[in-house]
């Protein structure tokens, strides 16, 4: 028939979208859904649509809504909408905010997911003209699929030590494709260990990003036989995988946090002070696991102690040098890739902001080692230790009135239960290898 595509034609089209969230623990979930077959990507941008949202089990998606209201909806975010590279079939992904049906009808964003956290954070940031942008620096592991390091390459080394090197560049272009940039790429401290840093963007284009970056490393590293892990603290005796977070205060085109001289504007000393106020509660979202705490150990360049400094890579917080005050930067070091974008970023939002609204005042930077400090001088200087444990940290949080309100109580609750079983799982019903060697023939 006249105007009717062939078979061999339609193959070449773009036919599917998955619509992606995140559950609790920040892992992907999506639902695929068929579109009319178009050429390009340009096509669907131009027309939202052209992408149906679609119903999902929302008791099915760790955290997110109970048995008794499961039915929720996925609603595409057009502005997010990419094509995979290299995806055969071809298929687009766009990020999707979860929204659940009033007693009127209509659709109105879903208060657990975190997504819409972040956003209802975002929008009474910009109500007071403000705007925070995160530079990230994600660390992960290239493994065998037998679970063992791919190669013996340690910090800055290059081919043929850092056998990993032409997947890192791979996945560079694969997101450059999707218009995200990256600064720089590089192995690090631990035995195939590796770092691509995402460059500085907008909080919640950052939070989709990450997400995004960790699903298409995992596509690309599948067609090399590798995999990878985001796992804190995958080996006892390597360095842990952290993700630092460096972030800048913007009004309009000015910048807050710096000053001329290199060092921290008021406003800036004063959200360096809310982080540090918030710092145990603000653990339980940037360290959301049990292996999360065998990182923060001291010896392996892992903040523990709640101490900021400039240029110190001892402390929790470090100030990078910076020679302009646009580039200025507060780089909150403690989280780990397995943190849920959208939450830490909530916190870490809101714990900064809270400090600047109170212009709360923090301690003399740090120039020493803190690490090499006697726990006499880490009292004389009053500097205190993050929660050493998943629990402590899950306490730390129900403290916080301000993060329980940037999270919402009911949120906090489940997620506190949440963890907590975790916890009991990994305390009471789990035996490890460590408990066969020392309790076996005692």
Same mark, same amino acid.
């Given at each position: 028939m006249p105007g009717e595509m062939n078979p061999a034609?339609?193959?070449? #089209? $773009? /036919?599917?979208?998955e619509l992606l969230t995140v559950d609790i623990d920040g892992v992907p979930k999506g639902m695929t859904v068929p579109i009319n077959p178009v050429d390009s990507i340009s096509a669907l941008k131009k027309d939202s649509s052209l992408v149906p949202s679609c119903g999902v089990d929302g008791s099915s998606v760790k955290g997110l809504a109970s048995i008794t209201t499961s039915d !929720? %909806? !996925?609603v595409p975010d057009i502005s997010t909408i990419q094509e995979l590279p290299n995806s055969h079939p071809r298929r687009a992904v766009v990020i999707a905010d979860v929204y659940q049906r009033g007693p009127d009808g209509d $659709?109105?964003? /879903?208060?657990?997911?975190p997504r819409t956290? =972040? #956003? %209802? @954070? =975002?929008e009474q940031l910009?109500? @007071?003209g403000l705007q925070i942008r995160v530079k990230l620096e994600p660390e992960f592991y290239f493994l065998t699929t037998d679970g063992v390091p791919l190669d013996d390459a340690e910090y800055a080394d290059i081919f043929p030590e850092n056998r990993g090197m032409d997947l890192l560049l791979e996945t560079a272009l694969d997101l450059r494709a999707i218009g995200i940039e990256t600064a720089w790429l590089h192995s690090e401290h631990g035995q195939s260990q590796q770092e691509i840093e995402l460059a500085f963007t907008e909080l919640g284009q950052a939070a989709d990003n990450f997400i995004i970056f960790k699903l298409l490393l995992r596509r690309?590293?599948? !067609?090399?036989?590798?995999?990878v892990s985001f796992m804190p603290k995958p080996f006892s005796s390597e360095a842990g995988s952290g993700l630092h977070c460096h972030l800048q205060l913007w009004k309009g085109n000015q910048n807050l946090l710096g000053m001329p001289d290199g060092t921290l504007s008021d406003t800036g000393l004063h959200f360096v002070a809310g982080l540090l106020k918030h710092a145990p509660g603000i653990t339980a979202l940037a360290n959301p696991t049990v292996n999360s705490f065998k990182r923060l150990v001291p010896g392996f360049e892992a903040p523990v102690y709640i101490s900021w400094g400039y240029l110190n890579r001892s402390t929790l917080i470090r100030i990078p040098l910076f020679n302009s005050v646009e580039k200025?930067?507060?780089e909150f070091r403690s989280p780990d890739p397995l943190a849920n974008p959208y939450l830490l970023f909530a916190v870490l939002l809101g714990a900064g902001i809270t400090g600047v609204q109170r212009k709360l005042q923090p301690p003399e930077p740090v120039t020493e080692n803190v690490y090499e400090l006697t726990p006499k001088r880490l009292n004389q200087m009053k500097i205190l230790q993050l929660p050493e444990s998943l629990k402590g940290a899950l306490h730390a949080l129900h403290s916080d009135d301000? =993060?329980?309100e940037v999270l919402g109580k009911k949120f906090c609750d489940v997620y506190k239960a949440i963890r907590e079983a975790e916890w009991h799982r990994y305390t009471h019903e789990t035996i490890t290898d460590f408990e066969w060697d020392e309790y076996l023939h005692r």
């Open positions: 034609e339609s193959r070449g #089209k $773009l /036919h599917f979208v !929720l %909806q !996925l $659709l109105t964003p /879903h208060p657990m997911a956290i =972040l #956003k %209802q @954070n =975002l910009a109500a @007071n690309r590293a599948a !067609l090399y036989d590798v995999e200025a930067a507060v301000v =993060l329980c």
